[in-house]
């Protein structure tokens, strides 16, 4: 693999190839870790971006007010991610203090910790329901079957989406998240569907508030649209909805399915979880270090030039943080590509750090431990249908997630 030299700037070190982060991600990243902290790739925008590899400085990073998210203040020309309506774009994945704080302020009056525990059994009942569904068959894409669908079921009953509307979610969500090059015109068409959907759905429960987030975040926009410092505009609230059922659907599908074949390419830990599924509580921090869901963080700009492991960015270039590498890291994790929830490894960046730790984290947690103990107890003969090197990673350098998981019990 192509190493950088420590240089900054548009026309400075050559690309690093990010084909190898694509076909064996681990092997690659340890290739760029063990040359330097920081390199320059195509980015996902196909754009030059720097790549930071290391845990200590993607921890700090990840934290450091001078790494700014929203766009503008990316240097003209540098980068051209998909674009999205404000409709859609104006949420906290794009946004800094303040505003970033007022909005993440008003989203926390709605989402409680004790609507999250509130749901516990209604989780339980829809994973023992998706279980019932395969069990008879003896066989099933574990992933369409089972981690596919919990998530989808469980934030769209948290927001109060109608079971009729549900049914196309997954496919806009894989046409934003992994274009189809085949089918240029898919994400576009994804994204149209989607605002229509938000903007019909936000309509529908203002007309008619239930006890559902959406309809509690619509009471905090309408309530508070008088008060300057509380004031949540309407692209806001539907950016809202919109991020939370995209971030609420796509990242547990994967926490999911990665912990499945985790624990299917360990089956001690596998076994022992099963006698014991209290233990999965504290396993969950290892599967979410050891097979996270987001390779990648949300990209992010310097406000001004900064200086990483003895590399000078500058101002509003594309700043990658790799959590997939720094968890593999073993200045900080012993014997990091190694999976043994036993040594209480903790630290672990898949669902983020600082002020944009990721918001739905209890969430994620709890419905990831209560589908791996339905399934585990449910399915003890549980077992890959295929020979493990047919499995296939979906082709992106920011998501960490199986196409499919054939699975047989």
């Not at 240097?75 to 909005?103: E, I, K, Q, W």
């Not at 898919?186 to 229509?196: C, P, Q």
């Not at 609420?248 to 596998?270: F, K, M, Q, R």
């Not at 869901?293 to 001004?304: G, H, N, Q, T, V």
Request: aromatic share 6%; proline share 8%; glycine share 8%.
């Amino acid at each position: 693999m192509q190493n950088t030299a420590n240089a900054a700037g548009t026309d400075g070190p050559e690309l690093v190839d990010t084909a190898p982060l694509i076909e064996d991600l681990y092997p690659a990243l340890a290739t760029l870790r063990e040359a330097g902290p920081v390199h320059r790739i195509a980015g996902t925008d196909g754009r030059p971006a720097w790549l930071v590899t290391r845990y200590e400085d993607v921890r700090r990073l990840f934290a450091d007010p001078r790494l700014a998210l929203d766009k503008r203040h990316a240097a003209p020309g540098n980068y051209s991610g998909f674009s999205l309506p404000p409709a859609l774009d104006t949420n906290l994945l794009n946004m800094d203090p303040p505003d970033h704080t007022r909005v993440r302020r008003l989203v926390v009056k709605a989402f409680t910790p004790g609507r999250v525990e509130k749901m516990r059994e209604p989780v339980r009942r829809i994973a023992e329901e998706l279980l019932d569904a395969i069990e008879p068959d003896g066989r099933a894409d574990l992933l369409a079957a089972y981690a596919g669908q919990l998530p989808i079921i469980v934030i769209c009953d948290l927001l109060g989406v109608p079971q009729r509307d549900r049914r196309d979610f997954r496919a806009w969500s894989d046409a934003l998240i992994t274009p189809d090059p085949a089918r240029p015109q898919a994400a576009k068409e994804a994204v149209g569907s989607m605002l229509r959907f938000y903007t019909g759905l936000i309509a529908k429960k203002r007309a008619e508030p239930a006890d559902d987030l959406l309809s509690d975040l619509i009471r905090v926009r309408d309530d508070e649209a008088g008060d300057g410092d509380g004031r949540l505009s309407e692209d806001e609230l539907t950016s809202l909805a919109f991020l939370i059922l995209l971030a609420g659907y796509e990242n547990t599908v994967h926490l999911i399915a990665n912990a499945v074949l985790t624990l299917l390419d360990h089956p001690t830990v596998l076994h022992e979880l099963r006698e014991d599924p209290s233990g999965l509580a504290a396993a969950f921090d290892e599967l979410a270090r050891y097979e996270g869901p987001a390779s990648l963080a949300i990209r992010r700009f310097p406000l001004e030039d900064i200086e990483i492991g003895g590399v000078t960015i500058p101002a509003g270039e594309t700043v990658l943080l790799s959590a997939a590498s720094a968890h593999r890291d073993p200045a900080q994790f012993k014997d990091p590509d190694e999976f043994n929830p036993h040594l209480g490894r903790s630290g672990h960046l898949a669902l983020g750090h600082g002020i944009h730790y990721c918001l739905g984290a209890p969430l994620a947690r709890m419905e990831t431990e209560i589908a791996l103990a339905a399934l585990l107890r449910r399915f003890p003969g549980l077992r890959l249908d295929v020979p493990r090197e047919r499995l296939r990673w979906r082709p992106s350098i920011r998501a960490r997630g199986l196409i499919s998981l054939p699975v047989a019990w």
